[in-house]
């Protein structure tokens, strides 16, 4: 069983910058197990999605789409 990167919420408008910071939710078999923070193509850190901070993260991403 692998994990996939399946959504990518932007921190900041679409732009061609790729400073950007950009996070994106790790399922497996449907559950959140990581969110990644990344900077373009770079992993910048890992988020527990059971933390205050990835609650905080999947909250705004939810109320986004």
């Given at each position: 069983m692998?994990?996939?990167?399946v959504q990518t919420a932007?921190?900041?408008?679409?732009a061609a910058?790729?400073?950007?910071v950009s996070y994106q939710a790790v399922?497996?078999?449907g559950t959140?197990?990581?969110i990644w923070e990344m900077q373009g193509q770079?992993?910048?850190r890992t988020i527990?999605?059971?933390s205050n901070e990835g609650?905080?993260?999947l909250a705004l991403f939810e109320t986004a789409a």
């Open positions: 692998s994990e996939e990167a932007e921190a900041a408008p679409e910058n790729t400073e950007d399922e497996k078999e959140v197990t990581a770079k992993h910048l527990d999605p059971r609650k905080q993260i």
